[in-house]
C-alpha cells in the first residue's frame, strides 16, 4: 500500500511540474475604457479592432458593436507590441448618432506579452487628429 501511495505521490509531482493539463497559453490583453463624455467607435490598436459580439433574434444572429458609450469598456486579446489607439468620435444629432473625425491617442500605448492592461480615456486625454 505505501508502494502504490509512494508512486502515486510521484506521478502527481511529475505532472505538476511538466504542467500536464494545464494551458500554456499566455493571454494577453487590452481593456479600452471610456470614462470621458464622448461615444466613439471603429477603436483600433496595432491592428486589433475592438468590437463587442451580439446575439440577437430568434435565429440568433450575430453582430458586432464597435462602439464604446461613456462609462463602458471592451477587452480584446492582443499581440504584445507598441501603437497608438485610433477612433473615430461620434456625433450626436438629437437621438440619432454619426461616425465623426478620426483621432488617435498623443502616447503610444505598449504591451507586454503576458501582459493585462486597461487605457482609460477621459476628457482630459491627448489626442491628434488625423483626417
Known amino acids: 500500500m505505501k508502494n502504490i501511495f509512494g508512486l502515486a505521490l ?3 509531482l511529475a505532472m505538476a511540474m511538466a504542467g500536464c493539463g494545464g494551458d500554456d497559453e499566455v493571454v494577453t ?3 479600452i475604457r471610456n470614462e470621458s463624455s464622448e461615444s466613439f467607435t471603429n ?3 496595432n491592428g ?3 468590437q463587442v ?3 440577437s433574434g430568434a435565429n440568433t444572429i450575430t453582430t458586432y458593436n464597435s462602439r464604446i458609450n461613456p462609462g463602458n ?3 480584446s486579446n492582443v499581440n504584445p507590441g507598441t501603437g497608438f489607439i485610433y477612433f473615430n468620435k461620434m456625433i ?3 437621438s440619432m448618432y454619426s461616425i465623426g ?3 488617435r491617442t498623443m502616447e503610444a500605448v505598449t504591451i507586454d506579452a503576458g501582459e493585462i492592461k486597461d487605457f482609460v480615456f477621459t476628457d482630459n486625454t491627448l489626442v491628434v487628429a488625423i483626417d
Open 29 to 31: 490583453q487590452l481593456t
Open 53 to 55: 459580439r451580439t446575439n
Open 92 to 94: 450626436s444629432s438629437g
Open 43 to 45: 477603436t483600433l490598436w
Open 73 to 75: 469598456s471592451i477587452t
Open 101 to 103: 473625425g478620426r483621432f
Open 10 to 12: 510521484i506521478a502527481m
Open 48 to 50: 486589433v479592432q475592438f
